[in-house]
């Protein structure tokens, strides 16, 4: 990890290796291409083998309490970012336009403000950002990702459409 100076402005530099972030991947059972570039890596990620959607659940629907209960991982709706985190997501569709329910775009910032922390206020290093990342990448399969309000991020898992009356 790097900090660079801009002035009066810091800057804490990430330096995640690709490589290290594709095997992480790997080892959950995700099929990661990297596009690498000076500022973030972005990530098209599609889960193999599994019929059932990534766990990504609307947080405010009442049917996903027990979810909301268990996950540690949030996503703001609106801009896609993963809270305390230097990871922001967006749905992938497929070619008719439609949410693909196995599959996430994922971006990780490499430059981050010099006071970002983490939960706890513990500071990011890359060590800790690949236990994190992987810990994210297990919530997406077992325990469960909540996305708070916004049409940005759209839920996979859980009740997908908008509760009230069917015409």
């Known amino acids: 990890m790097q900090?660079?100076?801009a002035g009066r402005f810091k800057f804490l530099f990430l330096e995640v290796e690709a490589e290290l972030i594709t095997a992480a991947a790997a080892q959950q059972g995700f099929e990661a291409r990297i596009q690498d570039s000076d500022r973030s890596l972005t990530l098209d990620l599609t889960l193999l083998d599994r019929n059932a959607p990534l766990l990504l659940f609307d947080a405010a629907d009442p049917a996903n309490l027990g979810w909301f209960s268990?996950?540690?991982f949030y996503v703001d709706g609106r801009t896609g970012n993963v809270l305390q985190t230097p990871i922001s997501i967006?749905?992938?569709?497929?070619?008719?336009?439609?949410?693909?329910s196995n599959g996430l775009r994922l971006r990780i910032s490499r430059e981050l403000p010099a006071s970002f922390r983490l939960p706890g206020k513990m500071p990011i290093t890359e060590q800790v950002f690949y236990g994190m990342f992987s810990n994210f990448l297990?919530?997406?399969t077992k325990t469960g990702v909540a996305v708070c309000g916004g049409p940005t991020v759209t839920p996979l898992a859980g009740r997908t459409e908008a509760p009230g009356s069917r015409i």
């Open 138 to 140: 297990q919530a997406l």
């Open 90 to 100: 967006a749905n992938k569709k497929d070619r008719s336009g439609r949410t693909v």
């Open 3 to 5: 900090v660079l100076q």
């Open 70 to 72: 268990r996950c540690q």
